[in-house]
């Protein structure tokens, strides 16, 4: 609900008013996760249902957001274009196909921006490799030093957009290559770092490596070991 809020309470500044807002999320909360960051909210939920506390938490917002709860893959796709796409929910190349295919199609170029949220927050792969893969329809707009990438959608998302994106082409060796040519988009250490991690995922998902520690190799001079050592890892 952090970006949510957010989006809303500024709508609410700018003084909009109707429903703008769709919010995507199973809305589940385990308890440990409860205790650690909504234990002032009351006690935990016997069905771990957090959306009825988010709702109370964001009760001066609720007539400008829509609540969608449960399966992204089966929630209704609006209709309406799209202006914001804040993007923290591709957990799986499916879920990140379902965006490609139902949300990005209805950005407007030259007007509507995507945030990749994770991006340098040891991202799924195919969050890096999609926004690469698709570097003719966007342009980098702006960035936080890590977590969070900004990006302009400069050309209609269009069946070729899809084709080129889809998951059926993903790889170890589409990773690699992808979270690579990425890095040098970016121009903060941490950032490289981040998607060395990564890449580091991508080793690690296919047994290569066991940890990020087990492997020597560089990209733009960062070895696993500067990166837990500039990242504060154990």
Same mark, same amino acid.
């Given at each position: 609900?952090g970006?949510? &809020?957010s989006?809303?309470?500024?709508?609410?500044?700018?003084?909009?008013?109707g429903?703008?807002?769709?919010?995507?999320?199973?809305?589940?909360?385990?308890?440990?996760?409860?205790?650690?960051?909504?234990? *002032?909210?009351?006690?935990?939920?016997? *069905?771990?249902n957090?959306?009825?506390? /988010?709702?109370?938490?964001?009760?001066?917002?609720?007539?400008?957001? =829509? $609540?969608?709860?449960? !399966?992204?893959?089966?929630?209704p796709v609006?209709?309406?274009? /799209?202006?914001?796409?804040?993007? !923290? &929910?591709? @957990?799986?190349?499916?879920?990140? !196909?379902?965006?490609? @295919?139902?949300? #990005? =199609?209805?950005? /407007?170029?030259?007007?509507? &921006? %995507?945030?990749?949220?994770?991006?340098? #927050?040891?991202?799924?792969?195919?969050?890096?490799? +999609?926004?690469?893969?698709?570097?003719d329809?966007?342009? %980098?707009?702006?960035? =936080? *030093?890590?977590?969070?990438?900004?990006?302009?959608? +400069? @050309?209609?998302i *269009?069946?070729?957009?899809i084709?080129i994106?889809?998951?059926?082409h $993903?790889s170890?060796?589409?990773?690699? !290559?992808?979270?690579?040519?990425?890095?040098?988009?970016?121009p $903060?250490?941490?950032? @490289?770092?981040?998607?060395?991690?990564?890449?580091?995922?991508?080793?690690?998902?296919?047994?290569?490596?066991?940890?990020? =520690?087990? /492997?020597?190799?560089?990209?733009?001079?960062?070895?696993?070991?500067? %990166?837990?050592k500039?990242?504060?890892?154990?």
């Amino acid at each position: 609900g952090g970006s949510t &809020i957010s989006l809303a309470d500024g709508l609410r500044r700018a003084g909009h008013n109707g429903n703008i807002l769709q919010a995507y999320d199973f809305y589940f909360v385990g308890k440990k996760a409860w205790e650690l960051r909504m234990a *002032d909210q009351g006690p935990y939920p016997r *069905d771990g249902n957090a959306l009825p506390t /988010i709702k109370r938490m964001m009760e001066a917002y609720l007539d400008l957001v =829509t $609540f969608n709860q449960g !399966d992204f893959l089966q929630c209704p796709v609006p209709d309406a274009p /799209i202006e914001i796409c804040f993007v !923290d &929910i591709s @957990k799986t190349p499916a879920l990140n !196909d379902h965006i490609i @295919k139902n949300y #990005f =199609t209805k950005l /407007i170029p030259g007007h509507s &921006i %995507v945030v990749q949220q994770d991006y340098f #927050f040891r991202s799924p792969p195919w969050d890096i490799a +999609t926004m690469d893969i698709l570097g003719d329809y966007f342009e %980098v707009l702006s960035f =936080t *030093d890590v977590n969070s990438a900004i990006f302009l959608n +400069t @050309k209609q998302i *269009d069946e070729h957009a899809i084709e080129i994106s889809s998951s059926k082409h $993903f790889s170890k060796a589409v990773f690699l !290559d992808r979270i690579r040519a990425a890095s040098v988009h970016w121009p $903060f250490a941490a950032q @490289k770092a981040q998607l060395y991690l990564a890449l580091l995922e991508v080793e690690m998902a296919e047994g290569v490596i066991e940890s990020a =520690t087990d /492997i020597k190799a560089e990209m733009h001079g960062y070895t696993a070991e500067d %990166v837990y050592k500039a990242l504060d890892f154990s």
